[in-house]
T-cell receptor, first 114, second 111 residues
Framework: NAGVTQTPKFRILKIGQSMTLQCTQDMNHNYMYWYRQDPGMGLKLIYYSVGAGITDKGEVPNGYNVSRSTTEDFPLRLELAAPSQTSVYFC?????????????FGPGTRLTVL | KNQVEQSPQSLIILEGKNCTLQCNYTVSPFSNLRWYKQDTGRGPVSLTIMTFSENTKSNGRYTATLDADTKQSSLHITASQLSDSASYICVVEAAGNKLTFGGGTRVLVKP
């Protein structure tokens, strides 16, 4: 299993540009998540999905959109990039399971908005 | 508001030495606490997960403790190796699968 994969690894955007961060998992997990990590700060949840066709907002959803048309893919869309969106973005997935929410993370996408 | 505070923010230790990282939390209702290791340029990887009834759990040279009464946890690294250089993140899960992440402790192991 490749686990959770993210593309691209790095990206530089100009203010106002748009882009999509890709995330794919091959573990057949129901739950998927997008986080952003700012230097020295804890991960903040942007959006999450409990299954194909279902998405919901996290703590910091403004400026982002998501879709979940398949179990495997959970792309994150930035429509009008702003410098405040400079961050490292992590995608994660977890199985539908009672007990605890064990999340598996991708390697991250480092985004700079200039 | 749910919060997870970690200390210190960073530390430097010599190879072979031990160190202890601290995590204080105010998360309710508590479900479990886990420690993640995050290597530079990588996503976090789970080291240990502890529920309310567990007060210690080990994973090789990593030992985590949990005091649910005082809402504190620690991660002890024994006989540190250069590969232990990473950020260590404390994460607390509340009932309902909501996770709160600490800011992490950056550990640098020097030869």
């Amino acid at each position: 299993n490749a686990g959770v994969t993210q593309t691209p690894k790095f990206r530089i955007l100009k203010i106002g540009q748009s882009m999509t961060l890709q995330c794919t998992q091959d573990m057949n997990h129901n739950y998927m998540y997008w986080y952003r990590q700012d230097p020295g700060m804890g991960l903040k949840l942007i959006y999450y999905s409990v299954g194909a066709g279902i998405t919901d907002k996290g703590e910091v959803p403004n400026g982002y959109n998501v879709s979940r048309s398949t179990t495997e893919d959970f792309p994150l869309r930035l429509e009008l990039a702003a410098p405040s969106q400079t961050s490292v973005y992590f995608c994660a997935s977890s199985p539908l399971r009672r007990g605890y929410n064990e999340q598996f993370f991708g390697p991250g996408t480092r985004l700079t908005v200039l | 508001k749910n919060q997870v505070e970690q200390s210190p923010q960073s530390l430097i230790i010599l190879e072979g030495k031990n160190c202890t990282l601290q995590c204080n939390y105010t998360v309710s209702p508590f479900s479990n606490l886990r420690w993640y290791k995050q290597d530079t340029g990588r996503g976090p990887v789970s080291l240990t997960i502890m529920t309310f009834s567990e007060n210690t759990k080990s994973n090789g040279r990593y030992t985590a403790t949990l005091d649910a009464d005082t809402k504190q946890s620690s991660l002890h690294i024994t006989a540190s190796q250069l590969s232990d250089s990473a950020s260590y993140i404390c994460v607390v899960e509340a009932a309902g699968n909501k996770l709160t992440f600490g800011g992490g402790t950056r550990v640098l192991v020097k030869p």
